[in-house]
């Protein structure tokens, strides 16, 4: 799509709409381009607005991507699945980019405009929170910011209550005739994802078979791509916090690097990645 002005008066597209332009009908730009309102006077607020309004956009669009995936898994549909996939670690790679216009911050420069957040923190991100779900991450306290937001509350309980991406990826393997669990196909799915030797014995299998071109070892690898981007993130995310406000209490009473730091240490999928000891 060219935003660019014709060079020849025989090519010029039509300029004359009644009303709004299609494009404006089906971006919405003018919607987007005026939901910044910065909330104090220093110019670098505008920087952190708009980044965290993409990474917003970004987490929507990859929540996207792994219900459809889970819901091609449920079907059977490999192929839909590993393409839903597969552009997820697309669009994964350009949301964790939009760690690069924060990454450098000064404290003094954060300090500008950090008070403008008041109790706000990423970690009240509703559409990240459904995004930390499907990757498995449940957890029914995360609820509670939302309550006052009847819709919002009512998203992420049935989201809780669902099965992640990767609860569909072992019923799958199970139908395939692996040896899963009961115990782990019929857990809570509001709890959060434990480890199991026996899923890494699964996925052992898996990487040790002598045919190495499998839809099964492709949907492993898939999901070894997508958790190593999200590890990233993570890391991303501990390192530009780290330098713009060192060890200090994160805003909204959140325990700042001290947590990030934590969820860093965690891989998503986590069998995928031990049993590679295994093979």
Do not use: C
Request: aromatic share 8%; proline share 5%; hydrophobic share 45%.
């Amino acid at each position: 799509m060219s935003h660019d002005a014709p060079d020849a008066v025989d090519a010029a597209p039509n300029l004359d709409f009644a009303g709004t332009t299609p494009y404006e009908d089906y971006v919405q730009a003018d919607v987007l381009t005026h939901l910044q309102h910065p909330l104090s006077d220093d110019p670098g607020e505008m920087v952190f607005l708009v980044t965290t309004q993409v990474m917003e956009l970004w987490f929507t669009v990859i929540v996207h991507e792994w219900e459809t995936a889970a819901g091609a898994l449920r079907e059977d549909d490999l192929p839909v699945a590993l393409a839903a996939l597969k552009r997820s670690t697309y669009e994964l790679e350009s949301l964790n980019a939009s760690w690069k216009p924060l990454a450098h911050l000064t404290p003094a420069q954060f300090n500008a405009y950090r008070s403008a957040l008041g109790e706000g923190s990423g970690f009240q991100s509703a559409m990240y929170r459904r995004l930390e779900f499907l990757l498995g991450e449940k957890s029914a306290s995360m609820l509670v910011p939302h309550r006052g937001a009847p819709r919002v509350y009512a998203e992420l309980e049935k989201a809780l209550q669902e099965p992640s991406l990767y609860d569909e990826v072992l019923r799958l393997l199970a139908r395939r005739g692996l040896a899963v669990p009961a115990a782990v196909l019929d857990r809570d799915l509001s709890q959060k994802y434990e480890p199991s030797a026996e899923i890494e014995e699964v996925w052992a299998a898996v990487y040790g078979a002598g045919d190495q071109d499998t839809e099964l070892l492709r949907l492993a690898e898939a999901l070894t791509d997508v958790g190593e981007l999200v590890w990233r993130w993570r890391n991303d995310h501990l390192v530009a916090t780290r330098r713009a406000m060192g060890s200090k209490v994160g805003t909204g009473g959140s325990a700042g690097v001290a947590w990030l730091e934590k969820r860093a240490r965690k891989n998503v999928f986590p069998e995928l990645w031990t049993a590679r000891s295994h093979v």
